[in-house]
């Protein structure tokens, strides 16, 4: 049996790049709502949700990110101890 596209199908077969990750479904006051009956507002809560999530995890990985260019400005190689770049640079200063 043929079964129509969904809107969601018809979205990922005309946008593949940005709609291929784009869920079926919605988290939306407790509960879900499938992508094509969601209001703007209820995809954007989802959004600010899930931005609220990523958050703490680009922070951490903003910070590794700026102590590996730290310890590369001091000379560190990639089997350098992070602790012995910092200490050693210390004891020279």
């Known amino acids: 049996m043929f079964k129509k596209p969904t809107l969601l199908d018809q979205l990922k077969k ?7 990750a784009l869920p079926a479904l919605i ?5 879900e709502v499938a992508i094509e009956d ?16 990523v958050r703490p ?14 310890a590369r400005k001091r000379g ?9 770049t910092f200490a050693n640079k210390e004891d020279r200063s």
């Open 14 to 20: 005309q946008h593949p790049y940005p709609f291929e």
């Open 27 to 31: 988290p939306t006051d407790g509960t």
């Open 38 to 53: 969601a209001t703007l507002n209820q995809i954007t809560f989802a959004v600010i949700a899930m931005e609220d999530e």
């Open 57 to 70: 995890i680009r922070i951490r990985m903003n910070a590794l990110r700026e102590l590996y260019d730290l």
């Open 76 to 84: 560190a190689l990639g089997a350098h101890r992070i602790g012995d």
